[in-house]
């Protein structure tokens, strides 16, 4: 099992990175942080998608017209994480927006302290 | 004086960085990128510009009014291309079935409504970004 | 105590993934799955349907072009969005 693992390189590195992400999210109680670990995770998603259309002794697929017999690498996956990499912007700037916003009411962006406050104000 | 070395390197650097994000756009046929890598490149361009110069020096050069217009005039314009098609008889958004002449392949304008579609693509993320960075960083 | 309970979380769904990728099909493989007719449609026939040398670029606005047009509304929602959550919603409530 050892060396069919060590074949998927690229997968066990996305999960690493993937792994990182997910313990950046849980741990840290300041917004900011969680913001970036949510990026990175969606960054360890895209490397998984994309290496799964590699084809041994590929070349990018731009069409060349002078020689016909070229392996081309599957074009497919790159076509759609395109729309998964715009969606992750749009997700990390409403995330940022909705921290400036909060920073904006409460005056710290620390989880735990939100927390406090507001159930110090509803008590 | 940090703040002139800045200045210097930033004006001299601007031109390249948006002229290398029109060839990105433009070439989105033949090299790798497109429409979305090439609108963010200028898009950003100009957020370095916010950043060195300051948010009020890039208000007087894009307005509010024009950032906002680009920006729906980039949606409008893809719908509109599409609309074509439907003129000429068959479906929506058609490009070689609308009988447009696709030219030789390899050149700058083949490919019919391909590189139409593209700018209008670039266009609409390069206003976005702005229309973020101004949203983000506004106090009032 | 926290970064305690998060790595008792995280670490399952790590063994987890890295016993999936032993399973997957070997990385780049000619004769994988995902390697059927339709890449080499596409990579065969899409100069002469579609006129763009770029596949990539080909797929997106050729053959698939609903999808990135819904995408630039996608783009237009999100800053909607940001800027509704930063400017109010209108000072004009009667």
């Known amino acids: ?3 069919k693992l060590i074949g998927n390189y690229p997968y066990l590195i996305a999960a690493l990175i993937f792994a990182v992400g997910c313990y ?3 741990s840290h109680s300041n917004l900011m942080r969680k913001v970036i670990g949510i990026n990175v995770m969606e960054t360890a998603v895209f490397l998984f998608f994309v290496a799964s259309g590699n084809v041994l002794g590929g070349q990018p697929p731009i069409i060349d017209l002078n020689n016909s017999d070229v392996i081309y690498v599957n074009p497919l996956p790159s076509a759609l994480i395109l729309t998964g990499i715009v969606v992750s912007v749009s997700v990390t700037a409403l995330a940022l927006g909705l921290v400036v916003r909060i920073h904006r009411q409460f005056g710290t962006i620390d ?3 939100i927390t406090e406050i507001r159930s110090n104000d509803n008590a | 004086m940090p703040d002139m070395i800045l200045r210097e390197i930033t004006s001299l650097l601007l031109p390249f960085i948006q002229m290398y994000g029109i060839y990105v756009v433009m070439h989105g046929h033949l090299s790798p990128g497109g429409g979305f890598a090439g609108g963010m490149i200028l898009g950003v361009s100009l957020i370095l510009y916010i950043l060195v110069f300051g948010l009020d020096s890039c208000l007087r050069k894009v307005p509010h009014r024009l950032s906002s217009f680009l920006e729906s005039f980039g949606t409008l314009w893809y719908a509109a291309v599409g609309l074509v098609g439907l003129l000429r008889g068959t479906s929506f ?3 070689k079935g609308a009988g447009i002449d696709l030219g030789t392949p390899g050149e700058l304008f083949s490919s019919g409504l391909i590189v139409v579609i593209t700018i209008g693509v670039g266009i609409k993320v390069a206003s976005t970004m702005l ?3 101004y949203t983000l960083v506004e106090e009032d | 105590m926290r970064k305690f309970l998060a790595l008792l979380v995280v670490l399952p769904c790590l063994v987890a993934m890295i016993m999936l990728a032993a399973e997957l099909p070997p990385y780049a493989d000619p004769d994988n799955p995902t390697n059927n007719e339709v890449p080499t449609r596409y990579t065969e026939q899409g100069v002469e ?5 770029n596949i990539v670029t080909d797929i997106i606005i050729d053959y698939r072009a609903y999808d990135t047009l819904i995408e630039t509304t ?3 929602t999100a800053l909607i969005a940001v800027m509704l959550t930063l400017k109010g919603a209108g000072n004009n409530h009667a």
């Open chain 1, 1 to 3: 099992m050892v060396d």
């Open chain 2, 131 to 133: 229309s973020l960075f």
């Open chain 1, 111 to 113: 989880a735990d302290e």
């Open chain 3, 49 to 53: 349907e579609a006129g763009a040398t």
């Open chain 3, 74 to 76: 996608v783009l237009f």
């Open chain 1, 24 to 26: 950046t999210v849980l």
């Open chain 2, 93 to 95: 958004l058609m490009n």
